[in-house]
């Protein structure tokens, strides 16, 4: 299984070096940006808006008055809604998509089990997440270093590990539908859809508390401000059951499969 995962990781390497230094780029143009506001004036603004809608978009009153609540606000709230996409597009290339393109059909074919293809792409996964977020960490850093803000190494580090979480849950998601579904559009665009779908019921959520019971539906809640907060325990943790449950079920989902030639 090892030089299986090593195969699926060499095919997205490219991709994975490009969305590591487009994140980067982007946390990197938002460290700078911060230089140029002026915190007392920015949270004295922000102050007659809606606490209700500010925290809907991921701000408080107080998110520009330090830099780990700027970047809370203007970019971490938002992330996993593009970082999701990479797993989710690994998932949906990597079976449904190597299906259409004749590829998946050689794979079976080699005298390994089932079992290991969707298991070796999960790892794949991980592994390709896990370096788009070392990218992010040291493209952040060198921003600090450049401009001189307060934002702790720990801290940036603290929020690429909450990234994980969230990420890998709709990757697996898409990774048990790409076992089932035959074309890669639709698995994307399913899971995709869920993506998207629980980042508004959370913003909706937040600004509408006749509606907070139904914050427990979406990843999101979950997933908190891990920069501003710190990691929760119990929402990563039910990130990574949901994560393990959708790429276990992609296992007997995969061997059940036909494989059109």
Same mark, same amino acid.
């Given at each position: 299984m090892p030089e299986l995962v090593r195969h699926?990781?060499?095919?997205?390497?490219?991709?994975?070096i490009i969305w590591g230094l487009s994140i980067a780029l982007t946390s990197a143009l938002m460290a700078a940006?911060?230089?140029?506001i002026d915190p007392a004036a920015m949270?004295? *603004?922000? #102050?007659? @808006?809606?606490?209700?809608?500010?925290?809907?978009?991921?701000?408080?009153?107080?998110s520009f008055s330090s830099a780990d609540g700027f970047m809370a606000g203007k970019l971490l709230s938002y992330m996993p809604l593009i970082l999701g996409f990479f797993p989710i597009l690994m998932a949906s290339r990597g079976i449904a998509g190597a299906e259409a393109d004749g590829s998946l059909d050689v794979l079976v074919t080699q005298p390994i089990p089932r079992w290991q293809i969707p298991a070796s792409l999960f790892i794949a996964s991980v592994i390709g997440l896990v370096e788009i977020l070392v990218i992010y960490v040291v493209g952040t850093e060198l921003a600090v270093v450049l401009t001189g803000i307060d934002l702790s *190494?720990? #801290?940036? @580090?603290?929020?690429?590990i909450g990234l994980i979480p969230i990420s890998l849950a709709f990757g697996a998601l898409a990774l048990m539908l790409s076992a089932r579904v035959r074309k890669p559009g639709e698995v994307t665009g399913i899971a995709g859809g869920v993506l998207v779908a629980s980042y508004l019921l959370n913003t909706i959520v937040l600004i509408l508390p006749d509606l907070d019971d139904l914050k427990i539906l979406t990843a999101f809640h979950w997933y908190g401000s891990p920069i501003e907060r710190g990691l929760d325990g119990t929402g990563t943790a039910v990130l990574l059951v949901a994560?393990?449950?959708?790429?276990?079920?992609?296992?007997?989902?995969f061997n059940r499969r036909d494989i059109l030639a």
């Amino acid at each position: 299984m090892p030089e299986l995962v090593r195969h699926l990781h060499r095919r997205r390497l490219r991709s994975t070096i490009i969305w590591g230094l487009s994140i980067a780029l982007t946390s990197a143009l938002m460290a700078a940006a911060f230089t140029a506001i002026d915190p007392a004036a920015m949270e004295s *603004l922000t #102050k007659t @808006v809606d606490p209700k809608l500010l925290e809907a978009f991921g701000s408080t009153p107080e998110s520009f008055s330090s830099a780990d609540g700027f970047m809370a606000g203007k970019l971490l709230s938002y992330m996993p809604l593009i970082l999701g996409f990479f797993p989710i597009l690994m998932a949906s290339r990597g079976i449904a998509g190597a299906e259409a393109d004749g590829s998946l059909d050689v794979l079976v074919t080699q005298p390994i089990p089932r079992w290991q293809i969707p298991a070796s792409l999960f790892i794949a996964s991980v592994i390709g997440l896990v370096e788009i977020l070392v990218i992010y960490v040291v493209g952040t850093e060198l921003a600090v270093v450049l401009t001189g803000i307060d934002l702790s *190494l720990g #801290k940036v @580090v603290t929020s690429a590990i909450g990234l994980i979480p969230i990420s890998l849950a709709f990757g697996a998601l898409a990774l048990m539908l790409s076992a089932r579904v035959r074309k890669p559009g639709e698995v994307t665009g399913i899971a995709g859809g869920v993506l998207v779908a629980s980042y508004l019921l959370n913003t909706i959520v937040l600004i509408l508390p006749d509606l907070d019971d139904l914050k427990i539906l979406t990843a999101f809640h979950w997933y908190g401000s891990p920069i501003e907060r710190g990691l929760d325990g119990t929402g990563t943790a039910v990130l990574l059951v949901a994560a393990a449950l959708f790429a276990a079920a992609s296992i007997p989902l995969f061997n059940r499969r036909d494989i059109l030639a």
